[in-house]
C-alpha cells in the first residue's frame, strides 16, 4: 500500500514563508489535497488538484507538485495559520492522510 | 453543497460494538462515496475506509480490516460506521466526509471506550 510521508512540524516567524512537503509513490499519478486542522474543529481543504485553491481560503496559501513531493507553502505566515496540515491522497481503492504536520507560527 | 450530520457521542464498554451514523443533505447521495476517517487523541487523521452507495460497495483500509464494517443506507440517505470488539485503544473522534476529495466533512462522533 503507499504512503505519504510529512515533517513533524515546521516553525516559521510571522511574514516568513513556511513551506511543508508531502512525499509519495502515489503523487506522481494522482493529485494530493492539503488539509487544515485547527485544534477542537473540523478539518477544512486548503489546496486541491496539487494547487488549486478553494473559494475562502486566502492567496498565501499556495501548492505545487515535483514527481513525486508536493508542497504546501504559506507566504507571509500569520499566527492564525498555527495549526496542523494534512497532505491527502486517493489512489484506486487505497486512500490516504500523510501523518500530519504541526506549523508553528512565532 | 453536501451537509453531513453525525450521531452523537458514545460511551461504550470494552468488548462492546458501536455504529456511529452520518446523514447526508444536499447532494445526490447514492453517487458519491462516504469516507469514515479516525482521529485518536493528540493524533493525526487516518483513512479508514469508504462507501459508494449507489454501488453498495464499501473499501477498507488494510489496518481496519476485521474490525469496522461501513454501510449506506440509501432511502435514509446515512451512512454507517460499526466498530466492533471495542478496546480502550479505540477511543477516538471519528469523522465521515463526502466524495473522493473529501469535500464536505460531518462535525465528529466521540466514541470513549472505558469500564
Given at each position: 500500500s503507499y504512503e505519504l510521508t510529512q515533517p513533524s512540524s515546521v516553525s516559521v516567524s510571522p511574514g516568513q514563508t513556511a513551506r511543508i512537503t508531502c512525499s509519495g509513490d502515489v503523487l506522481a499519478k494522482k493529485y494530493a489535497r492539503?488539509?487544515?486542522?485547527?485544534?477542537?474543529?473540523?478539518?477544512?481543504?486548503v489546496i486541491y488538484k496539487d494547487s488549486e485553491r478553494p473559494s475562502g481560503i486566502p492567496e498565501r496559501f499556495s501548492g505545487s507538485s515535483s514527481?513525486?513531493?508536493?508542497?504546501?507553502?504559506?507566504?507571509?505566515?500569520?499566527?492564525?495559520?498555527?495549526?496542523?496540515?494534512?497532505?491527502?491522497?486517493?489512489?484506486d481503492n487505497d486512500w490516504m492522510f500523510g501523518g500530519g504536520t504541526k506549523l508553528t507560527v512565532l | 453543497q453536501v451537509q453531513l450530520i453525525q450521531s452523537g457521542a458514545e460511551v461504550k464498554k470494552p468488548g462492546s460494538s458501536v455504529k456511529v451514523s452520518c446523514k447526508s443533505s444536499g447532494g445526490a447521495f447514492s453517487s458519491y462515496a462516504i469516507s469514515w476517517i479516525r482521529q485518536a487523541p493528540g493524533q493525526g487523521l487516518e483513512w479508514m475506509g469508504r462507501v459508494i452507495p449507489i454501488l453498495d460497495e464499501s473499501v477498507y483500509a488494510q489496518k481496519f480490516q476485521g474490525k469496522i464494517t461501513i454501510s449506506a443506507d440509501r432511502s435514509t440517505a446515512t451512512a454507517y460506521l460499526e466498530l466492533t470488539s471495542l478496546r480502550s485503544e479505540d477511543t477516538a473522534l471519528f469523522y465521515c466526509a463526502s466524495g473522493e476529495s473529501l469535500d464536505s466533512w460531518g462535525q465528529g462522533t466521540l466514541v470513549t471506550v472505558s469500564s
Open positions: 492539503w488539509f487544515q486542522q485547527k485544534p477542537g474543529q473540523v478539518p477544512v481543504m514527481g513525486t513531493t508536493v508542497t504546501l507553502t504559506i507566504s507571509g505566515a500569520q499566527v492564525e495559520d498555527e495549526a496542523d496540515y494534512y497532505c491527502y491522497s486517493a489512489a | -
